[in-house]
């Protein structure tokens, strides 16, 4: 199992920016497909990027691309997320999320069902 841990959310100005990481600890981190995906109130938990296990691969939700970027780092067991101009309705707790591979070709999920372990999330509040 792998255990997740988000820093780095906070209250924002639009058009301004953050940074958020994750940490990892438990099982070999490169075992693992990742992603962000946040939730607002009275809304359910939707993708916002996902990165395959050697970082070859990412994806982004229309909402987000261009906007944000994902990366990880294997060596220190860490994910990130930056995201620049930011927008209210960017306003949501973020959480990181992870998939243990059953081969290294699964592609990046876009759903929260094909995520096992979860990071407590983030608040991130974008202001007018």
């Known amino acids: 199992q792998v255990q997740l841990a988000e820093s780095g959310g906070g209250l924002v100005r639009a058009g301004g920016s953050l940074s958020l990481s994750c940490t990892a600890s438990?099982?070999?981190?490169?075992?693992?497909?990742l992603a962000w995906f946040r939730q607002s109130p009275g809304k359910e938990r939707e993708f916002v990027a996902g990165?395959?296990?050697?970082?070859?691969?990412?994806q982004y939700s229309d909402s987000v691309k261009g906007r944000f970027t994902i990366s990880r780092d294997n060596a220190k067991q860490t994910i990130s997320l930056y995201g620049g101009q930011l927008k209210p309705e960017d306003t949501a707790v973020y959480f990181c999320a992870a998939h243990s591979l059953i081969t290294d070709h699964d592609p990046i999920g876009l759903l929260s069902e094909q995520y096992a372990f979860w990071g407590r999330g983030t608040q991130v509040t974008v202001s007018p």
């Open positions: 438990g099982r070999a981190f490169n075992f693992y497909n």
């Open positions: 990165i395959n296990w050697n970082a070859l691969t990412v």
